[in-house]
């Protein structure tokens, strides 16, 4: 019986043993390879003292230790959190100590990087190293070599039994306010959706996948368990240049590629034709919409390859799909739900809206997650009962709130519009605005600060600063820009800072960011 993520990979390696299920530089491993390195993982685990629903984090860059670590922490009954590898230490810190992680998987070079986790994590007890690098003096955390010999592991392995209802994974996003949530997703939400976008996307095991985005992003995520549970071979890349993209696709025969809206604009501003890729049989786009301009010009240059245009939410893991013989009718559709999910839209007064008009979009089904961890008062805000569910059925259902505006056609194809919050979306990534205005205040010269994303023909958004000083107080952008970049990832620092005498407040004494907002954007017309 498939439960787990784990279970699908178990499966594949008694069905398709010598089938190649991944691929990373010159490394190939079958599914059975695969399936017994996760053995391995678990065997490490299980002697390292880990017990069921334990918080495992892993924070290094794509590779196949980063499978198996997710794939190992699955089989062994732990929560995997993979932490974004961009993340810095002040983010890393952050969602160790929120998740109360105990164990982390990581490289020696990072963990260098990272420095003393004592004071901030303490949970945080094992850490889980590889590759090279030198351990920092007088760490306190345990620290496990993951080249050890198996032979020195507890030789018992305890047996676990699972419900579809554990808890498997926890991603972590921002929305519009504060640090980043971490979203509680089921045995049964990453299994279903690996079912649904498998389906839909027709995926085979002749089917060989490219994975660019990362694993710590939902769809990064879903494309490498739509892959292990369709039994196609996932190649693993990580993005450097648009070249490395190219190159692998040729020489792997990549027959599906899934990216946001920022590299799908990158790729087209190069050279190429379906003549350069005979195997692409399929492209996916998520984590934003994609100009119509651009899909005329990829269904222009890929002529025999089905476009799927996609949306999704952490909180419900997918939403939403076009087929592709609609795409050359509704190049600006975002589709129809997928299967096993149910889309609503709520007007303001909580009733479905009409054909045309503007409202929220709520999701229900097999995907919805079970809530932000540790967080019951946004967990009652998102996650609500649904509102349209009989009474006579006496069955409570929870649904999730996206924060998006959308509206449908008569045949139902729904539109996306926007967000209803101040949420950055930007190079496919969920920024909040607060996130990056609290490390501007931490330079100690700011006294009011406001953090907006404007629109970037590339990037959808872009983060950008006002700021006014505190009195006697001098900087400049450059010193501002230079101190957030050592303590955020580049898609968070701003792309622009400009510093105001004063910031206009409203009557409460708050700032009023509606009127630095439009004179912002007004100077980004004008300039």
């Known amino acids: 019986m ?30 059975d390879e695969l399936d017994r390195e996760v053995d391995k993982i678990q065997a490490l ?5 880990l017990k069921k629903n334990d918080r495992c984090a892993i924070y290094m860059e794509k590779s196949i230790e980063e499978v198996t670590s997710i794939y190992g922490i699955n089989r062994s009954g732990g929560i995997f959190i993979d932490i974004n590898h961009l993340h810095k230490k002040p983010q890393v810190e952050h969602i160790l100590a929120d998740s109360g992680a105990r164990f982390l ?47 020195q592991m507890s030789s018992a392995i305890p047996e676990i039994s699972f419900t579809e209802n554990d808890i498997a994974a926890i991603i972590y996003t921002s929305g519009s306010t504060g640090r980043p949530k971490g979203v509680v997703l089921s045995q049964k ?88 890729f005979p195997a692409w049989k399929y492209l996916t786009n998520t984590g934003g919409r994609l100009p119509e301009t651009a899909v005329k010009k990829l269904r222009k240059r890929l002529p025999d390859s089905r476009i799927f245009l996609m949306y999704g939410l952490t909180e419900a893991f997918r939403g939403t799909y076009l087929d592709p013989d609609q795409v050359d009718k509704r190049p600006d559709s975002i589709g129809k739900a997928i299967p096993n999910a149910r889309i609503m839209i709520v007007n303001k007064e909580g009733k479905l809206c009409r054909p045309g008009e503007k409202g929220e979009l709520v999701q229900a089904g097999a995907h919805v997650a079970q809530g932000y961890w540790n967080n019951p008062q946004k967990t009652a805000q998102m996650f609500r009962p649904n509102p349209f569910a009989l009474p006579e059925l ?50 100690g010269k700011v006294k009011h600060a406001a953090v907006f994303g404007i629109p970037d023909d590339i990037l959808g958004q872009v983060p950008v600063a006002a700021v006014s000083l505190k009195q006697g107080a001098e900087t400049d952008e450059k010193e501002i820009t230079g101190f957030c970049m050592k303590t955020l990832p580049n898609y968070m620092v701003p792309k622009k800072v400009v510093v105001f005498d004063e910031l ?19 100077m980004g017309k004008s300039g």
């Open 2 to 31: 498939i439960i787990t993520l784990s279970d699908c990979l178990a499966r594949n390696a008694k069905v398709l043993p010598d089938k190649e299920a991944l691929v990373y530089r010159n490394k190939r491993l079958t599914f």
């Open 45 to 49: 685990l299980s002697s390292a003292g």
């Open 105 to 151: 998987f990581t490289t020696r070079q990072r963990l260098s990087q990272l420095g003393s986790l004592t004071a901030s994590c303490p949970k945080l007890e094992t850490i889980i190293v590889h590759g090279k690098g030198d351990i920092p003096e007088n760490f306190s955390k345990k620290i496990i070599s993951r080249e050890q010999d198996p032979g």
């Open 189 to 276: 939400n990453l299994l279903a959706g690996a079912q649904s976008v498998s389906h839909y996307l027709n995926n085979t095991p002749q089917d060989r996948i490219l994975s660019v985005l990362p694993f710590s992003f939902d769809y990064g995520l879903s494309q490498l368990t739509t892959s292990i549970y369709s039994g196609a071979t996932c190649v693993l890349i990580n993005y450097l240049l648009l070249n490395d993209i190219f190159k692998t696709m040729k020489t792997e025969s990549i027959t599906g590629l899934g990216l946001i809206p920022p590299l799908w604009l990158q790729l087209l501003q190069k050279q190429w034709s379906h003549k350069d």
């Open 394 to 443: 006496q069955i409570s259902e929870k649904v999730v709130y996206s924060g998006d505006t959308v509206y449908q056609d008569e045949q139902g194809f729904i539109y996306y519009e926007g967000r209803t919050d101040e949420l950055i979306k930007t190079s496919g990534y969920r920024v909040s605005p607060t996130e990056i205005e609290e490390v501007i205040y931490k330079t």
């Open 504 to 522: 206009p407040l409203n009557p409460t004494g708050k700032i009023d960011r509606n009127q630095v907002k439009s004179f912002i954007c007004s």
